[in-house]
């Protein structure tokens, strides 16, 4: 993240926080600085953790709520999604949202989140949009919250902000044993095809459904999501290789 494309009101901030009480606090400070400063302001999570929020913060003409089911059902495109319609808006005003970053249902899913989290500050810094990250203790593991001081360059208490001296830059987080980017197969690929022609795309993609459905215990899910990346590297491989 350089400091030349950093917006002036770019922030990407952790909360880390042991109760309720704490994120309640929290995220009031943050939604009324947000309000006070003219920002639209989203509060986003779980329906229950919503509500509870709802019923503090009541309402206003520039605070909205939503869940996380509809704006986090993967890293890249919730990432891709923020900076559609940052990049679009063509309203100055800041656009602020607080939000549980989801741990994911397996291990690999929450390093990804963690990996989506440090490239925030690579994809979004350049428009005026700030972000409150809130952690759980109670739920998160110690290396989910050593990751989210490793992708959050301030820290709240939720009353004032301070530099982290944890933080990582988005370059250097990749390298980092706490982003556990994978490695390279070290087994032969259970599935080959050699794809030349449009026309074949077709016949790769029934064959990759049938392995998976066949021989792995991967979600429904996380299939279609690399059925679809599967596809778009062929794809790409066909018309600039």
């Given at each position: ?8 009101e770019?922030?990407?901030g952790?909360?880390v926080?042991h109760?309720d009480d ?8 943050f939604v009324?600085q ?7 302001v989203?509060?986003r999570?779980?329906r229950d953790r919503?509500e509870?929020?709802?019923?503090v ?6 605070l909205?709520?939503?869940f996380?089911e ?9 990432l891709f999604?923020y ?11 800041a656009f602020l949202?607080?939000?549980p ?6 291990p690999?899913?929450t390093?990804a ?10 994809a979004l ?17 110690a290396?989910?919250i050593?990751?989210a ?6 820290i709240?208490d939720g009353v004032?902000?301070r530099?982290?001296?944890?933080y990582?830059a988005?370059?250097?987080f ?6 556990q ?5 070290s ?5 080959a095809i ?8 077709a016949?790769?993609?029934h064959?990759?459904?049938a392995?998976?459905l066949?021989?792995?215990?991967v ?10 990346a ?6 790409n491989g066909l018309v600039?290789?």
């Open positions: 993240m350089t400091q030349d494309r950093v917006h002036p770019y922030g990407h952790l909360l926080h109760d704490e994120l309640v606090e929290g995220t009031r400070t009324e947000g309000l006070a400063s003219g920002g639209n989203v509060v999570g779980p919503v509870t929020m709802r019923e913060l009541g309402v206003h003409p520039r909205t709520y939503g996380d509809d704006a986090y059902l993967a890293p890249t495109r919730a999604a900076q559609k319609l940052l990049a679009a808006s063509p309203d100055p005003t949202v607080t939000v970053v989801p741990l994911g249902p397996v690999a899913a390093a989140w963690a990996r989506y989290e440090s490239a925030v500050d690579e810094c350049s428009y005026p949009y700030r972000a409150l990250c809130t952690y759980d203790t109670r739920t998160s593991p290396s989910v050593a990751a001081k490793a992708t959050h360059s301030t709240s004032t902000w530099t982290n001296p944890e990582v988005p370059s250097a990749l390298a980092n044993p706490l982003a980017v994978p490695g390279p197969p087994c032969p690929p259970s599935v050699s794809v030349t022609q449009h026309d074949e795309l016949g790769a993609r064959l990759l459904r392995s998976v066949s021989s792995s215990a979600s429904q899910h996380s299939f279609r999501e690399f059925l679809f599967v596809h778009e590297v062929v794809v600039h290789g």
